[in-house]
């Protein structure tokens, strides 16, 4: 019970065999999130301390009480955009800067209540329905979209703030002649250096730091021929501090709709980086308890001036590649960001943006699966459209809108799989077996009853196609009883329960009847807690279709005219 509340007591002790692993990973975390605490608090329109906030204090807690071993949380670019969108409607952050920072520190614990809520009431099942293809389609769309971001950094080149893919490339290619040749040697530099690196096995799994040094070593040396190569700048030096946020009625009620978005985009975000990541370590994941802690660490945090946080997609694939194996790295991660800003933050400010650029363009060219990619096209047209949709929507959409179009085609699909339940005529083979008729010319049926099987669910979607059977069925001969094998159905819903119950009756009334064999408790559950039952009767379902076929021969008024079973003989 203990573990279920602090998953933390299930990794930690695995934590004492892994701690190098996560030491270099959580290392390699503290440099990366340097500069994206500042630009995604640059995003969400707030001053870059209330960025170093966030990473260094929701990390920490979402490790504590998540499930997945990989996922890093903080503040992220779909978060911070959203949150700005949310708050600018009612202030800009050049008009009032304090009272914009008081109603994002709100809106970020309205939404971890929020989250609490849907982990507590265990929605997180909710995730399930996002199939791998959408997963992989995202990972790949954010691994390119990560790399392309980092041009601007590579090239040296001043992309406006907050440009779309397309944007980008556009915009890099017109201006190609501005490009920052020192700055972009600095990138190859480093990028070349981590790709030698992770060749050499023993040092392998330092290829990020290693990288990083070295590249952040090279911009030192240009600086003493007076080249200057961007760098991320000052770093302010204090913790986060206690806060009560302002809860104010009437803010909380404008501020309503906003968290729900927040809530939903951000533990969808989560679920899906954990699951992408997952895909590769075969982690087994509760994502009931990835709400919960994200939850609380939106809450907990929000108490010491941090705004709203989520899984961080680029620091969560570095931390797997880098090597880690339990979230003790984002905690040494968070820590690390701490120690750096209180006693390293004029060393740190040195950091070259070039350098950092390289090395997450690599971490975003492996975020794309070739394997799982190859799969997906060779095997299914429909995953294949489920795959591109996601990809191409990452691209040029937002990411929370890319997934939800993902989600919905997966879902479509689904929908139109299940809403076609198979349907076969079986008949009796020469060897005795009932089979699919259309398998086997040389299959016999008795001329007064039909044997159906039917395999998929039987619910308001799937209505409209056994319905038409079933016309055809009554319409085309004279057969008198149908009996059903139901062992393929899974399930039966209201609507299908009422419709086949009327069908039934047309049957008694003006046929002999329809019957039931082997059809699940589930299924008659329906039937019996809606009082079907008593329209329909018991009698009409069967343990196995043998005890069927011989109580159905007993109620022929006619003999059979195709004697396919020995009943039809008796």
């Given at each position: 019970?203990?573990?279920?509340?602090?998953?933390?007591?299930?990794?930690?002790?695995?934590?004492?065999?892994?701690?190098?692993?996560?030491?270099?990973?959580?290392?390699?975390?503290?440099?990366?999130?340097?500069?994206?605490?500042?630009?995604?608090?640059?995003?969400?329109?707030?001053?870059?301390?209330?960025?170093?906030?966030?990473?260094?204090?929701?990390?920490?807690?979402?490790?504590?009480?998540?499930?997945?071993?990989?996922?890093?949380?903080?503040?992220?670019?779909?978060?911070?955009?959203?949150?700005?969108?949310?708050?600018?409607?009612?202030?800009?952050?050049?008009?009032?800067?304090?009272?914009?920072?008081?109603?994002?520190?709100?809106?970020?614990?309205?939404?971890?209540?929020?989250?609490?809520?849907?982990?507590?009431?265990?929605?997180?099942?909710?995730?399930?329905?996002?199939?791998?293809?959408?997963?992989?389609?995202?990972?790949?769309?954010?691994?390119?979209?990560?790399?392309?971001?980092?041009?601007?950094?590579?090239?040296?080149?001043?992309?406006?703030?907050?440009?779309?893919?397309?944007?980008?490339?556009?915009?890099?290619?017109?201006?190609?002649?501005?490009?920052?040749?020192?700055?972009?040697?600095?990138?190859?530099?480093?990028?070349?250096?981590?790709?030698?690196?992770?060749?050499?096995?023993?040092?392998?799994?330092?290829?990020?730091?290693?990288?990083?040094?070295?590249?952040?070593?090279?911009?030192?040396?240009?600086?003493?021929?007076?080249?200057?190569?961007?760098?991320?700048?000052?770093?302010?030096?204090?913790?986060?501090?206690?806060?009560?946020?302002?809860?104010?009625?009437?803010?909380?009620?404008?501020?309503?709709?906003?968290?729900?978005?927040?809530?939903?985009?951000?533990?969808?975000?989560?679920?899906?980086?954990?699951?992408?990541?997952?895909?590769?370590?075969?982690?087994?994941?509760?994502?009931?308890?990835?709400?919960?802690?994200?939850?609380?660490?939106?809450?907990?945090?929000?108490?010491?001036?941090?705004?709203?946080?989520?899984?961080?997609?680029?620091?969560?694939?570095?931390?797997?590649?880098?090597?880690?194996?339990?979230?003790?790295?984002?905690?040494?991660?968070?820590?690390?960001?701490?120690?750096?800003?209180?006693?390293?933050?004029?060393?740190?400010?040195?950091?070259?943006?070039?350098?950092?650029?390289?090395?997450?363009?690599?971490?975003?060219?492996?975020?794309?699966?070739?394997?799982?990619?190859?799969?997906?096209?060779?095997?299914?047209?429909?995953?294949?459209?489920?795959?591109?949709?996601?990809?191409?929507?990452?691209?040029?959409?937002?990411?929370?809108?890319?997934?939800?179009?993902?989600?919905?085609?997966?879902?479509?699909?689904?929908?139109?799989?299940?809403?076609?339940?198979?349907?076969?005529?079986?008949?009796?083979s020469e060897n005795g077996k009932l089979i699919n008729k259309i398998r086997d010319s040389k299959t016999v049926e008795c001329s007064?009853?039909?044997?159906?099987?039917?395999?998929?669910?039987?619910?308001?979607?799937?209505?409209?196609?056994?319905?038409?059977?079933?016309?055809?069925?009554?319409?085309?001969?004279?057969?008198?009883?149908?009996?059903?094998?139901?062992?393929?159905?899974?399930?039966?819903?209201?609507?299908?329960?009422?419709?086949?119950?009327?069908?039934?009756?047309?049957?008694?009334?003006?046929?002999?009847?329809?019957?039931?064999?082997?059809?699940?408790?589930?299924?008659?559950?329906?039937?019996?807690?809606?009082?079907?039952?008593?329209?329909?009767?018991?009698?009409?379902?069967?343990?196995?279709?043998?005890?069927?076929?011989?109580?159905?021969?007993?109620?022929?008024?006619?003999?059979?005219?195709?004697?396919?079973?020995?009943?039809?003989?008796?």
């Open positions: 019970m203990l573990q279920k509340i602090f998953p933390f007591l299930t990794w930690l002790p695995l934590a004492k065999k892994s701690w190098k692993d996560d030491l270099i990973a959580g290392i390699t975390g503290t440099i990366i999130v340097i500069p994206q605490a500042v630009a995604f608090a640059m995003i969400a329109g707030m001053p870059p301390i209330y960025g170093f906030y966030t990473a260094m204090l929701t990390p920490v807690i979402a490790a504590i009480f998540g499930s997945s071993y990989h996922l890093v949380s903080g503040p992220t670019t779909t978060s911070s955009i959203v949150l700005y969108s949310i708050i600018s409607k009612y202030i800009h952050p050049e008009t009032d800067i304090e009272a914009f920072v008081s109603l994002a520190i709100l809106l970020s614990f309205m939404a971890g209540v929020i989250k609490l809520f849907m982990g507590i009431a265990r929605m997180g099942k909710l995730a399930s329905f996002v199939s791998n293809s959408v997963i992989i389609g995202f990972s790949a769309g954010a691994g390119v979209l990560i790399a392309f971001k980092q041009l601007k950094h590579i090239f040296g080149i001043e992309v406006p703030q907050g440009s779309s893919f397309y944007n980008i490339i556009s915009y890099i290619a017109t201006h190609i002649s501005e490009t920052n040749w020192y700055a972009f040697g600095v990138a190859t530099a480093t990028l070349a250096i981590a790709l030698l690196i992770r060749k050499i096995k023993k040092i392998s799994k330092l290829y990020m730091l290693v990288a990083m040094i070295l590249g952040s070593l090279i911009a030192v040396f240009l600086t003493r021929y007076s080249i200057q190569v961007e760098t991320v700048g000052t770093i302010p030096n204090n913790l986060p501090p206690f806060k009560m946020p302002a809860f104010d009625y009437d803010n909380m009620r404008m501020l309503t709709t906003g968290a729900i978005i927040l809530a939903t985009l951000g533990l969808v975000e989560a679920a899906a980086i954990s699951r992408s990541i997952a895909l590769h370590t075969h982690q087994k994941l509760n994502t009931n308890q990835e709400f919960v802690s994200q939850g609380i660490s939106n809450v907990v945090s929000s108490f010491f001036s941090c705004y709203t946080s989520s899984g961080s997609f680029t620091r969560s694939s570095i931390n797997y590649q880098a090597g880690a194996k339990t979230p003790m790295s984002a905690v040494i991660s968070a820590v690390g960001l701490m120690t750096v800003v209180l006693l390293f933050a004029e060393y740190a400010a040195f950091l070259p943006k070039p350098a950092m650029g390289g090395i997450i363009m690599l971490v975003g060219y492996n975020l794309i699966d070739f394997k799982h990619i190859k799969q997906i096209i060779n095997s299914s047209k429909r995953e294949l459209i489920v795959f591109g949709a996601t990809f191409i929507g990452t691209l040029f959409l937002d990411l929370d809108e890319a997934l939800i179009i993902g989600i919905f085609i997966s879902l479509f699909f689904y929908m139109e799989r299940t809403s076609n339940p198979n349907i076969a005529i079986l008949a009796l007064n009853l039909k044997i159906v099987r039917v395999d998929g669910s039987l619910y308001f979607g799937s209505i409209e196609k056994i319905s038409d059977f079933f016309t055809n069925l009554y319409s085309q001969n004279e057969i008198q009883y149908v009996l059903i094998v139901a062992d393929g159905i899974n399930f039966i819903d209201l609507a299908a329960a009422e419709w086949l119950s009327n069908e039934i009756l047309n049957w008694q009334k003006n046929r002999g009847g329809i019957y039931f064999t082997g059809l699940k408790l589930v299924g008659q559950n329906v039937f019996i807690k809606g009082g079907f039952v008593e329209l329909v009767g018991k009698d009409i379902f069967f343990k196995n279709k043998k005890e069927a076929i011989e109580e159905l021969h007993k109620l022929f008024e006619t003999p059979c005219e195709t004697k396919a079973f020995k009943e039809c003989h008796e």
